[in-house]
């Protein structure tokens, strides 16, 4: 199960989008501005796996160098592959 989230980390869409896949164990999908929380779902210790599309990361100037710790870097084709693999698609918050 994925959930994704687009919104900005100081909003409820976002803060939901994260209780949301904490309370069901859901992989997490970060775009647009959702990227900036990269440093929250660090600290909240999430114990899924997390993906930030590469291109939003670095229009938000997180390039390649920046330090997302475990958070996965992924294309537009990993993240086609993802949606279409997963059995269910919570989102966008």
């Known amino acids: 199960m994925i959930v994704m989230i687009?919104?900005?980390?100081?909003t409820p869409e976002a803060k939901r989008g994260i209780?949301?896949?904490g309370d069901l164990v859901a992989d997490?999908?970060?775009?647009q501005d959702a990227v900036n929380l990269v440093r929250?779902?660090?600290d909240v210790g999430i114990r899924v796996s997390v993906y930030a599309l590469d291109e939003d990361l670095r229009m938000r100037g997180l390039g390649p160098d920046a330090d997302?710790?475990?958070i996965r870097?992924?294309?537009?084709?990993?993240?086609?592959d993802l949606i279409t693999k997963?059995?269910?698609?919570?989102g966008v918050f």
């Open 68 to 70: 997302i710790g475990a």
């Open 28 to 31: 997490v999908v970060l775009i």
């Open 40 to 42: 929250l779902v660090q």
């Open 73 to 80: 870097r992924i294309d537009y084709d990993m993240l086609v």
């Open 19 to 21: 209780t949301l896949a």
């Open 6 to 10: 687009k919104s900005a980390p100081d």
């Open 86 to 90: 997963a059995d269910k698609v919570h």
